[in-house]
């Protein structure tokens, strides 16, 4: 081992300096190796149980440099002739800069003078398929199974802590790890093959990573890729496009996650009752001031809304002046005159025909031309010019009046359904709003016992106070501020005036003190599960908000386009109509029912 060191694969492993000699007969008691201050397993970075204790600060960027960090230094190794061989979460080691090292290298299998050094034992869940129903003894690995245990490592990183081999089994009886990587069971398989087993509920989906990285892992645990596993180097390339295209989350600064995601990955775990696993990563309080400001701005963003649908009307789009009215032409007076004077005559003779003044015949013939003449000219005007253009103007101005009316009613009932879900949109926020400030104001109250708590009378060194007072205080269980009630302490008898009147000094200075912090922020003394369980709901109220503000932003500019489209239909209809109005009013027609 000493033999095959160099600066290279020292940097990446605690790999044995020299021998360790007996000081008297200097024979081999073993090797000294470096010491690894400061550096932890890898399962209490990926592990989110562990992770809140050991990297508090660290959110999934550094889990994808870690993971970079990993498959450069299994590179390193591979270069330098050796094998991990027993890949395995407790032999690799992180520190809080995000440097890997590698332990347990007497494990490692190696060549060194022409000569193989196994390693005969495993892990089984990062063992893989091909080497499960097997011995390892006299077993030669290859570089092809050191990279499905390094594909492991980099899914479990990525995907807070899960198995690529763990997820929800359908079958009847469900089988061990083991089998499930022997079988090639990956829960996220590109074929949709495994119909056994899926991904787990709370588990980020396949596609919230890169699509490179989906590759990777899908040629790292499927059957069709077992001999063609990626290589340390293309993971390097893949997570590096990774790590340059993640972007923070607009509610928790402490989520970052790929930017081609519609949503936060986190947030949308957390709102189906996931665990916040970056809880606190960034913000180490609740912004309760910021966070609220954050929900005024999107409801009075959401009240504006109603001014981007202009209200319509009708005279807006009319032209001004009115438009000139087209030429219209006149009866013929010579058929006017004609047919007046012989429709009088047959009246006149059809009248004295009973008195028998002119000779019947006569009249009734005259009559009959008459009336042959009335029908002609009747017809005749019928079929006129002006009667025949004064049909098609009306005809035309109920077209236009009737289109203009149906768009008008269209565009009513699309400002209408708007200003409906804009009013529920914004009674949906109030409601939130309102949430959030009982939320607020929880907080308030829980930081507040937790402020008052941490202040002991017995060390507040409280004037007019002896031990003897302090100790008759606890035995009726008043021991801190919180404790500490005005009402019933004035109801104690051994306390007298001035110890009393010093003590409801001290507890208002407290709550003065508590007030002119700055507001919404916590106080370092709130119990973590309490801060989870808050910051947890005030997660779930925000990603509420941004989403129903995105769906309302969403509906408004299906309707901008909409309302576009239709006023300038509308002004279109609405100037033809003017136009067929003033035209078929010239002419004589009753334009009343139109307007």
């Known amino acids: 081992m000493l033999a095959l060191a160099t600066p290279r694969l020292q940097g990446v492993t605690a790999w044995p300096e020299r021998l360790a000699l007996d000081a008297r007969t200097r024979a081999p008691l073993g090797f000294v190796m470096p010491r690894l201050d400061g550096f932890q397993p890898l399962n209490h970075l990926y592990d989110p149980s562990l992770r809140w204790r050991y990297f508090p600060r660290a959110g999934w960027d550094f889990q994808i440099r870690v993971a970079i960090n990993c498959a450069a230094a299994f590179e390193t190794i591979h270069s330098s002739k050796c094998l991990v061989g027993k890949v395995y979460q407790s032999n690799i080691l992180v520190s809080e800069q995000g440097v890997v090292k590698l332990i347990g290298c007497d494990a490692f299998q190696m060549e060194v003078d022409g000569k193989h050094y196994l390693c005969e034992a495993s892990i089984p869940q990062y063992t893989p398929p091909e080497l499960h129903n097997g011995t390892f003894r006299g077993l030669g690995r290859t570089e092809c199974h050191d990279q499905f245990g390094l594909a492991v490592l980099i899914f479990k990183l990525l995907f807070v802590g899960y198995h690529p081999f763990v997820g929800r089994y359908h079958g009847k009886a469900r089988p061990t790890l083991e089998e499930l990587i022997a079988q090639y069971l990956f829960v996220y398989s590109s074929d949709g093959a495994n119909s056994e087993v899926?991904?787990?509920?709370?588990?980020?989906?396949?596609?919230?990573?890169?699509?490179?990285?989906?590759?990777?892992?899908?040629?790292?645990?499927?059957?069709?890729?077992?001999?063609?596993?990626?290589?340390?180097?293309?993971?390097?390339?893949?997570?590096?496009a990774t790590e340059?295209?993640?972007?923070?989350?607009?509610?928790?600064?402490?989520?970052?996650?790929?930017?081609?995601?519609?949503?936060?990955?986190?947030?949308?775990?957390?709102?189906?009752?996931?665990?916040?696993?970056?809880?606190?990563?960034?913000?180490?309080?609740?912004?309760?001031?910021?966070?609220?400001?954050?929900?005024?701005?999107?409801?009075?963003?959401?009240?504006?809304?109603?001014?981007?649908?202009?209200?319509?009307?009708?005279?807006?789009?009319?032209?001004?002046?009115?438009?000139?009215?087209?030429?219209?032409?006149?009866?013929?007076?010579?058929?006017?005159?004609?047919?007046?004077?012989?429709?009088?005559?047959?009246?006149?003779?059809?009248?004295?025909?009973?008195f028998r003044l002119i000779h019947v015949i006569i009249t009734i013939v005259g009559a009959i031309f008459s009336l042959i003449f009335c029908t002609w000219?009747?017809?005749?005007?019928?079929?006129?010019?002006?009667?025949?253009?004064?049909?098609?103007?009306?005809?035309?101005?109920?077209?236009?009046?009737?289109?203009?009316?149906?768009?008008?009613?269209?565009?009513?009932?699309?400002?209408?359904?708007?200003?409906?879900?804009?009013?529920?949109?914004?009674?949906?926020?109030?409601?939130?709003?309102?949430?959030?400030?009982?939320?607020?104001?929880?907080?308030?109250?829980?930081?507040?016992?937790?402020?008052?708590?941490?202040?002991?009378?017995?060390?507040?060194?409280?004037?007019?106070?002896?031990?003897?007072?302090?100790?008759?205080?606890?035995?009726?269980?008043?021991?801190?501020?919180?404790?500490?009630?005005?009402?019933?302490?004035?109801?104690?008898?051994?306390?007298?005036?001035?110890?009393?009147?010093?003590?409801?000094s001290w507890h208002e200075n407290l709550l003065l003190e508590f007030s002119r912090r700055e507001p919404g922020m916590l106080h370092l003394n709130v119990p973590l599960d309490i801060l989870y369980k808050l910051s947890k709901r005030k997660n779930v109220l925000m990603t509420d908000v941004v989403s129903q503000y995105a769906e309302l932003e969403k509906f408004k500019n299906i309707c901008e386009r909409k309302v576009l489209s239709y006023l300038f239909e509308l002004g279109t209809a609405v100037v033809k109509w003017q136009i067929t109005l003033v035209n078929a009013q010239a002419i004589g027609v009753n334009i009343s029912i139109y307007q």
């Open 377 to 504: 000219y009747a017809i005749h005007t019928i079929m006129s010019p002006r009667q025949m253009l004064l049909r098609k103007r009306k005809q035309r101005l109920a077209v236009a009046f009737h289109t203009m009316r149906q768009l008008e009613t269209d565009y009513a009932n699309i400002h209408f359904n708007f200003l409906k879900a804009q009013h529920e949109q914004v009674s949906d926020l109030s409601k939130l709003l309102f949430n959030w400030r009982e939320l607020a104001d929880e907080y308030e109250q829980v930081a507040l016992h937790e402020y008052l708590k941490s202040h002991s009378i017995a060390k507040a060194d409280i004037i007019f106070l002896n031990d003897q007072t302090i100790q008759m205080l606890a035995t009726r269980n008043v021991i801190t501020a919180d404790d500490f009630d005005i009402t019933e302490a004035k109801q104690i008898s051994e306390l007298s005036r001035l110890q009393y009147s010093a003590l409801v």
């Open 244 to 354: 340059s295209s993640t972007v923070e989350c607009k509610v928790d600064p402490g989520h970052k996650y790929w930017v081609e995601c519609n949503t936060c990955t986190w947030c949308r775990l957390l709102g189906i009752g996931s665990h916040d696993y970056y809880f606190g990563v960034v913000v180490p309080y609740f912004d309760f001031v910021t966070f609220g400001t954050t929900i005024q701005e999107i409801l009075q963003k959401t009240t504006d809304m109603e001014w981007l649908l202009p209200d319509y009307q009708r005279h807006d789009y009319a032209i001004h002046p009115a438009p000139q009215v087209e030429s219209t032409p006149d009866y013929d007076p010579d058929h006017r005159s004609t047919g007046i004077a012989l429709g009088v005559i047959s009246v006149i003779g059809l009248l004295i025909l009973p």
């Open 198 to 240: 899926g991904p787990p509920v709370f588990a980020p989906r396949l596609n919230d990573v890169e699509p490179t990285i989906r590759t990777l892992f899908c040629k790292a645990f499927e059957f069709n890729f077992r001999n063609d596993r990626p290589k340390p180097c293309e993971w390097i390339r893949a997570l590096h």
